[in-house]
């Protein structure tokens, strides 16, 4: 599949229905990964046609929850095998920047190969219900339990949250295929998901970096508010003073210069 790591919205899977003129529709589905609720997608649908690969302009406006699936309905010509999407701009309800997508971010990865049934009990027990696959780190981004592709500098999944190295240090084939399984008494295995993802974030609420940096720019704001607030009283004490000055200097009455006394001199007797 062809991604870009960046998008804050990813294609979670399609069903294609046709109907008796043989027309094609195409159900997506799609999960916002980000903490803003979006409100328009524009970009690309591709999908395999007669002659190769064709793709058609994608501009549709929706209603897409913070941190929740959401599905999309498309008219398809042909029969609209190989469908996925690439997207250049979303456009967010709170007014923000649109997110812009580039296709020179786009990249080739390969789909990840499922465990047998024995390997995925043993990967769900030691990382969790929602494990789907083995994770595999490349020099340009990571795969985790969960199936989402992540870029290598990312530190924690962008769908579910897990930790980067703990999710390649703990979850490998070979560790997870030795690391024995607790037991009740009577000797069947208990799931305990060491590596569980983080709680769900609330619609609509901030994450604990998102509450940081907001606490940050208030406290921005108010040093700056009050610096200023400071400068302006400093100014108006010196415009003060100086008036003052010049005031005083204008009521007050000029000084008077003493007469000179003049000494007549005596005449010769």
Not at 83 to 92: A, I
Not at 217 to 224: N, V
Not at 229 to 258: E, F, K, N
């Amino acid at each position: 599949m062809r991604i870009d790591l960046h998008c804050p919205v990813e294609t979670r899977g399609y069903e294609l229905t046709r109907d008796d003129r043989g027309k094609t529709r195409a159900y997506v589905r799609l999960f916002n990964l980000s903490g803003r609720r979006v409100r328009r997608l524009e970009g690309q649908v591709h999908f395999e046609g007669p002659e190769g690969e064709q793709s058609l302009p994608l501009a549709q406006d929706v209603d897409a929850a913070p941190r929740q699936m959401f599905t999309l309905t498309l008219a398809l010509p042909g029969s609209g095998e190989g469908l996925w999407l690439s997207f250049t701009k979303l456009r967010f309800e709170d007014g923000r920047a649109d997110w812009i997508g580039h296709p020179s971010r786009l990249i080739q990865i390969p789909d990840m190969p499922a465990p047998d049934g024995r390997e995925l009990n043993r990967l769900m027990a030691v990382a969790g219900r929602d494990a789907v696959c083995f994770p595999r780190r490349t020099g340009a981004y990571w795969v985790c339990v969960c199936g989402r592709p992540n870029a290598y500098r990312r530190q924690r999944c962008a769908r579910c949250g897990r930790q980067r190295d703990q999710v390649l240090t703990r979850c490998s084939m070979a560790q997870v295929m030795e690391e024995q399984p607790l037991r009740t008494p009577s000797g069947d295995a208990i799931e305990l998901p060491l590596m569980a993802p983080p709680p769900a974030q609330a619609p609509g609420e901030d994450s604990p970096i998102q509450r940081l940096h907001r606490r940050f720019l208030r406290q921005r704001s108010m040093l700056l508010r009050r610096t200023l607030t400071m400068l302006v009283i400093a100014l108006l004490l010196l415009l003060a003073a100086w008036l003052a000055g010049v005031v005083r200097q204008a009521v007050q009455p000029p000084q008077s210069i003493p007469p000179v006394k003049i000494e007549q001199g005596q005449g010769a007797v």
